[in-house]
């Protein structure tokens, strides 16, 4: 099956990449979407499990303190549990917010708060300063109804507890049906997109290869067209009929007078120079040529730069280029000369005939004059509007003279197209006593041959006559056929009588034209001719060396020349010259291939001679090789097309629906395993082949195609090889076609995807035992940050007790023991918040909203409060933007980065910490280059502490990454990961710089969204 539509293909190839990965990633884009749903779902139930444990946490704790109050009488307690019970009234109301979109869990939550508000009333009676904490009986009863409460409270927060962890279980399992195919669709996106950019890329190398052996023949091409246009004395153009733009070849320029490239190239730039009175007669063929997408020859008139006015004959055809924009091609030669030489040719011919009428005077009745020279006269007798007509008229026109035609016999035989001319010759005869010479076609009454004559004419009026006007009809068939073969420049040329001096000079004149010259051999006297342009084409002067057969034979190529003696001596031997090819060696050494060719002839005294012409054909020969080299190469693409179906395995086909035909190429029949040769090449022959299973299926989609559906999409299914029972799965896509010629049709193409699908189903294996991994790690991380947090908080309540009770009862080394152990405890709790902070980063809803990064700032100042004060930090903040940002992560960012500098401040040096900000587009930020600029938001953070050495800017951002001893500085590793982790989350980059005591500088770049 050939695609003679190259670029068409491509199109075709194109459109159906893009339909395979838009259809891949529409599927993927619905599992990342169920993805995040689930996710958001399951993230909302660990929120409010959280939020509860918080609460249930800061109720103990307060529980705690007041029991240790009522035990300890401590005043720091007092301030511990206004604390509490703040941040117990803040969860609170974030607890009710959280859990407004289910009804039960906010009517518990409203049951919750009125039972912690009586929990409350409970403790503020303690912190009552008129309280007695002396009197055991208000004390007791104190603690007793404090249990009791807490103790309903315990039961509700059980309750909201078991609740949550069903609902976590329940949307838990929907969350893994969703991401059970996730990744398979992400992965297989991805293996697609790189097999198609991998062939595409194959594709674009494999073209600009073949792009750049073209060009150079291109160029090859254009510079032997600019050598032959200057040699043939023309020139080519286009025209952009949509855009109105000429493009001129070299010698077009120097046609139109100017040097190449010096001319306006737009359409009114070229109309400027056509001569005004033949302006609107342009303009009138262009718009016709435009309609009718063809350009007959034409003659007007130009106006060259130097102010000369030349005569140009133009021709052209319309194309489309692949743009499909109409291009007219065309070319122009001058014919000035042509035209000049017409004019002359008139004039002598106007001279010739006036001398011709006195001798028709002198000899009216010398019919074997007329006969010999195949013109025929007319006399009108202007007195009484009388004809005379004699006898070779007549014949001229097919009659018998003996029959006495009258004028409109004569009149019936002119062609229908001419009669209109006629008439209006005798209209301007009767008036002007004269007419303009025409020539006329006439229809022979005995032959119906179609004949040319020319008609002139003469008014003669003196004493000796009667007022009359002679009319000359000569027979000039035979000169205008002559003319005709001239200008194909493809027939053999005919001796044109030799007295005709009008006809010599037109068969001159066509020489230079047509790239000919012509000869005569006078066979009596052994005397030979050459026209001047046979001079010319042999590289010579016109009449340099006397016009003979011996100097001819100097001139014809060493190779050729016996061969052309053996065809002279047979021209001699038999009068007669068949045309014969040959080549011609100019003195110059240019070889040019010739073509040959004569034949015999009489001139009107009965002296026989042999004419004939020698044409230059060397274009043509080199058109024809060319043409053949092409037909080599085409042949190889067709060989190189078939080996590419059995490498990519796939193989074309046609359906024509209208017409119930098919077409396949030869790896149809290999994908099938069945032989072309005994095989009925229809789909239906191709059915048996199919996978039981897959039959119904694949009836389905033939039947769309059947039914000339335009929107049937590619489909899979297994077959069956005959020849090795191997099931194989194949993909059949199409496109299609509607033609006015052939009808309705689809061009069809059918691919062996078996390794892709096992691929599919290798990778999908690996996929399910990464999610199995990835289950273990969450559950992994679930026990490592949340299960870990209720013994310590019992460890911690612990030594809170020991500390206010007995630490001044233990030794000196117990009590350095303890507080190593207050120590790690702090130490276990910061890193499992941090942990919890990390991990919150990477499974949380990460919805971008606008929001005032002046307002997360001062937010995360408010968290920090404590350490900016105590260690007295200044702040100075540029204006932020607002921005679309994950608002709490962003908020997380700033508290990090103004964590860290406050915590890795100097030594008695108050922190000051510097926040700058702009706006900007950058190529590159960091290791990273963008191809073309992108718009950034730059933050930068600068500070006056310790500062770090260069060589640990990357490290500092990975997770448990510490640069200082622990007990030197406090922290877990984490805080810097964490905003590592929160920029990637916005497709930022974020880069840090410091030097030992000179402090330390982080810059984050967020994309603008």
């Known amino acids: 099956m050939k695609f003679t539509n190259r670029p068409l293909f491509l199109k075709i190839i194109f459109a159906i990449t893009i339909a395979i990965i838009l259809f891949i990633s529409s599927v993927s884009y619905k599992h990342i979407r169920a993805l995040h749903d689930s996710n958001e779902i399951v993230e909302h139930t660990y929120r409010v499990l959280i939020k509860i444990e918080h609460v249930f946490t800061k109720i103990k704790n307060v529980e705690i303190d007041r029991r240790n109050y009522l035990l300890t009488h401590d005043k720091k307690l007092l301030r511990q549990i206004e604390f509490d019970k703040v941040e117990i009234k803040q969860n609170l109301e974030q607890l009710r917010e959280i859990t407004s979109d289910n009804p039960y869990h906010f009517q518990t939550t409203k049951k919750l708060e009125s039972l912690i508000e009586k929990k409350l009333k409970v403790v503020n009676e303690v912190l009552d300063p008129n309280f007695d904490l002396n009197d055991n009986q208000k004390v007791t009863d104190n603690i007793y109804r404090g249990k009791a409460v807490m103790d309903e409270i315990s039961a509700i927060i059980r309750n909201l507890r078991q609740s949550e962890t069903d609902l976590l279980e329940t949307r838990s399992l929907k969350s893994d049906q969703v991401n059970k195919y996730t990744p398979l669709v992400n992965l297989l996106t991805f293996f697609v997109t790189i097999v198609l950019l991998i062939l595409a890329i194959i594709k674009i190398n494999r073209d600009l290869k073949e792009a750049t052996i073209n060009n150079e023949k291109l160029i090859l091409a254009n510079e032997t067209a600019n050598l032959a246009e200057q040699i043939g004395n023309y020139g080519t153009w286009q025209l952009n009929v949509d855009t109105k733009k000429y493009t001129f070849s070299e010698n077009e320029y120097r046609l139109l007078g100017y040097e190449p490239n010096s001319l306006e190239d737009n359409y009114e730039g070229f109309m400027n120079r056509i001569h005004p009175e033949d302006l609107y007669y342009v303009q009138g063929i262009v718009s016709d040529m435009i309609n009718h997408e063809t ?77 010999a020279g195949n013109y025929g006269t007319a006399q009108w007798f202007v007195k009484d509007n009388r004809f005379i007509f004699s006898d070779n008229i007549y014949r001229l026109f097919g009659l018998n003279p003996k029959d006495k035609p009258e004028f409109s016999d004569l ?51 003196d004493d000796s006559y009667e007022e009359y006007v002679l009319i000359i009809s000569l027979d000039v068939t035979e000169i205008f056929k002559a003319q005709n073969t001239i200008l194909e420049r493809n027939k053999e040329l005919e001796k044109i009588n030799n007295e005709m001096l009008l006809s010599n000079k037109a068969l001159k004149f066509g ?34 060396f006397e016009s003979n057969l ?8 060493p190779e050729d020349l016996e061969y052309f003696k053996s065809v002279m001596a047979k021209m001699e031997e038999e009068e007669n010259l068949p045309a014969f090819t040959y080549r011609i060696l100019r003195p110059s050494g240019e070889i040019l291939h010739v073509k040959g060719v004569g034949t015999p002839t009489y001139d009107s005294n009965g002296n026989k001679f042999l004419a004939g012409v020698v044409v230059n054909i060397s274009e043509e020969v080199k058109r024809s090789h060319t043409l053949q080299k092409a037909f080599e190469e085409l042949k190889y693409y067709n060989e190189s097309s078939k080996e590419a179906e059995i490498i990519g395995k796939y193989g074309f086909w046609k359906w024509n629906v209208d017409k119930t035909e098919f077409e396949f190429s030869d790896n149809i029949f290999r994908l099938f395993g069945v032989e072309k040769e005994n095989f009925d090449p229809k789909v239906d022959n191709f059915i048996p082949y199919v996978y039981p299973e897959d039959l119904e299926y694949v009836l389905e989609n033939l039947q769309k195609l059947q039914n000339k559906d335009k929107n049937a999409k590619p489909y899979e299914h297994r077959i069956v090889k005959k020849d090795t029972g191997e099931i194989r799965y194949i993909r059949v896509s199409n496109k299609p076609i509607e033609d006015s010629h052939e009808g309705f049709y689809y061009l069809m193409i059918t691919q062996d995807i078996t390794e892709e699908v096992n691929k599919n189903i290798e990778t999908n294996q690996k996929n399910r035992e990464l999610e199995a991994s990835n289950k273990e790690l969450q559950a992994f991380n679930y026990v490592a940050s949340h299960d870990l947090q209720e013994p310590l908080r019992k460890i911690e309540t612990f030594i809170s007790r020991l500390e206010a009770k007995d630490y001044q009862n233990l030794t000196e080394t117990g009590q350095q023991y303890f507080d190593r152990i207050k120590v790690a405890a702090g130490r276990m709790r910061l890193l499992i918040k941090d942990l919890l902070q990390f991990s919150r980063t990477n499974k949380s809803e990460q919805v971008f909203e606008k929001a005032d990064l002046n307002d997360l700032l001062e937010n995360a100042k408010h968290e920090i409060a404590e350490p900016i004060e105590e260690k007295k930090a200044v702040i100075h903040t540029a204006h932020l933007p607002k921005m679309k940002v994950i608002p709490f992560q962003i908020q997380q960012l700033f508290i990090n980065l103004l964590g860290n500098s406050i915590k890795y401040s100097k030594p008695d040096v108050a922190p000051e910490i510097k926040i700058d900000y702009e706006k900007a587009s950058f190529e590159k930020v960091g290791n990273v280059t963008f191809s073309a600029k992108r718009i950034f938001h730059k933050f930068t953070f600068t500070d006056n502490g310790i500062g770090f050495s260069p060589e640990y800017s990357d490290r500092i951002f990975e997770l448990f990454s510490r640069l200082h001893n622990k007990d030197e500085i406090a922290g877990t590793g984490i805080g810097l990961a964490i905003c590592k982790k929160i920029v990637d989350n916005h497709k930022g980059f974020i880069f840090a710089e410091g030097k030992p005591n000179e402090g330390a500088t982080f810059t984050v770049y967020l994309p603008e969204v």
Do not use: C
């Not at 021709?315 to 280029?321: D, E, F, L, P, Q």
């Not at 002007?432 to 076609?441: D, E, G, M, T």
């Open 295 to 371: 350009l007959s020859p034409f003659t007007y008139r130009i106006i060259r730069n130097d102010g000369e006015v030349r005569y140009l004959r133009a021709s052209g055809k319309m194309i489309k280029n692949l743009r499909n924009e109409k291009i007219l091609l065309g070319i122009t030669s001058d014919v000035t000369e042509e035209i000049e030489n017409q004019k002359n040719i008139s004039e002598k011919n106007r001279e010739l005939e006036k001398k011709n009428r006195t001798l028709f005077l002198a000899n009216e009745t010398n019919k074997e004059a007329e006969i």
């Open 411 to 461: 009149f019936n035989q002119v062609h229908p197209d001419d009669k209109a001319m006629v008439d209006a010759t005798l209209d301007e005869m009767a008036e002007k006593r004269s007419f303009n010479p025409y020539i006329i076609r006439i229809i022979r009454a005995d032959n119906q041959e179609i004949k040319y004559l020319s008609i002139n004419n003469k008014h003669i009026k």
């Open 511 to 544: 020489e230079e034209i047509g790239g000919y010259g012509n000869w005569s051999w006078n066979i009596k006297e052994d005397s030979w001719y050459f026209s001047d342009n046979l001079y010319k084409l042999l590289g010579a002067e016109p009449k340099s």
């Open 550 to 557: 011996d100097n001819y034979y100097n001139y014809v190529h």
